[in-house]
């Protein structure tokens, strides 16, 4: 259960890891191809990024755990987006992208719990 917006969590995190991730996340994905090749790929520092905000959580916890991971996915969304599209092409794109993303956040964040949570819900290959 939340408690409304405002209301001080309790923060179980390590100090020094949790400001490093606070300042240094962002989901950064590779640019997709588009069908007209004549665009050129996006620069690094161009793209789409979204900030992951977790402060209000608490990370000793499965349901914080989990609550992060749904965030990660829903950043992961919104810098890749086409997942609804109608050109199969576009869906297949987003995804990949969205798989990247999510990905990246994880290894990022460097927490077992988290890391094993994604693999329970990550398409074995």
Not at 45 to 58: H, N
Not at 66 to 85: K, T
Request: charged letters at 15%; proline letters at 7%.
């Amino acid at each position: 259960m939340y408690a409304p917006a405002g209301t001080p969590q309790p923060m179980k995190l390590h100090t020094a890891r949790a400001a490093a991730f606070a300042a240094a996340l962002a989901i950064m994905v590779f640019t997709w191809s588009w069908p007209d090749t004549s665009h050129a790929a996006t620069p690094r520092d161009k793209l789409p990024t979204a900030t992951v905000k977790y402060t209000d959580l608490d990370l000793s916890t499965d349901a914080g755990v989990a609550a992060l991971y749904l965030r990660i996915q829903a950043a992961a969304r919104q810098v890749c987006p086409g997942e609804h599209s109608l050109i199969l092409s576009d869906v297949v794109e987003s995804e990949s992208c969205q798989a990247v993303a999510v990905a990246r956040a994880i290894a990022a964040f460097n927490s077992p719990r988290l890391a094993m949570l994604h693999a329970a819900h990550s398409p074995r290959g």
